[in-house]
T-cell receptor, first 113, second 111 residues
């Protein structure tokens, strides 16, 4: 158990579907993140929420829509995705300003068909 | 633009020997360097970090070295164990929320 739980673990969706990824942490952290991991690429930061406010959006297409209703939960809403969006989506949390690392979830393996 | 590069996509080492994983970075803006370890089907887990004011940090079998003049970071694992087989990512951060990750090096420790 990593302390950061992501559901679902695997997701296959069509390009016209709408789905949501969920992330939950009960570590008392105050910052949460979405990362995308594609093959042979660095981990790409997508969104950052600090104290439930979005503080960074790294030029992510609007077909990805994050939501942070409280400090323990983070969602990534997906709609009209493309096959190139297939990747591992990782959620992480941290204590803001700690500099001592994130706690990552196990990820959601997303396949867009 | 800050970049973190891991130029070796894979590394194989015999059990009991030393594993050395390397990382280069392009500028020194950020104050902390970290290593993460990732097993298949799991998220990365924090392994060890080093502040830019130090040149070495040790934790059990893991030692991270920082050479600021060469802008080079390395992780030494000794002795290597089969359970160390994983993908290792280096990362650089200012200590707030922004992290820059490398592409990872897949380590295989042969029994």
């Amino acid at each position: 158990e990593t302390g950061v739980t992501q559901t679902p673990r695997h997701l296959v969706m069509g390009m016209t579907n709408k789905k949501s990824l969920k992330c939950e942490q009960h570590l008392g952290h105050n910052a949460m993140y979405w990362y995308k991991q594609s093959a042979k690429k660095p981990l790409e930061l997508m969104f950052v929420y600090s104290l439930e406010e979005r503080v960074e959006n790294n030029s992510v297409p609007s077909r990805f829509s994050p939501e942070c209703p409280n400090s323990s939960h983070l969602f990534l809403h997906l709609h009209t995705l493309q096959p190139e969006d297939s990747a591992l989506y990782l959620c992480a949390s941290s204590r803001h300003g700690s500099g001592y690392g994130y706690t990552f979830g196990s990820g959601t393996r997303l396949t867009v068909v | 633009d800050q970049q973190v590069k891991q130029n070796s996509p894979s590394l194989s080492v015999q059990e009991g020997r030393i594993s050395i994983l390397n990382c280069d970075y392009t500028n020194s803006m950020f104050d902390y360097f970290l290593w993460y370890k990732k097993y298949p089907a799991e998220g990365p887990t924090f392994l060890i970090s080093i502040s830019s004011i130090k040149d070495k940090n040790e934790d059990g079998r893991f030692t991270v070295f920082l050479n600021k003049s060469a802008k080079h970071l390395s992780l030494h694992i000794v002795p290597s164990q089969p359970g160390d087989s994983a993908v290792y990512f280096c990362a650089n951060t200012s200590g707030t929320y922004k992290y820059i990750f490398g592409t990872g090096t897949r380590l295989k420790v042969l029994a």
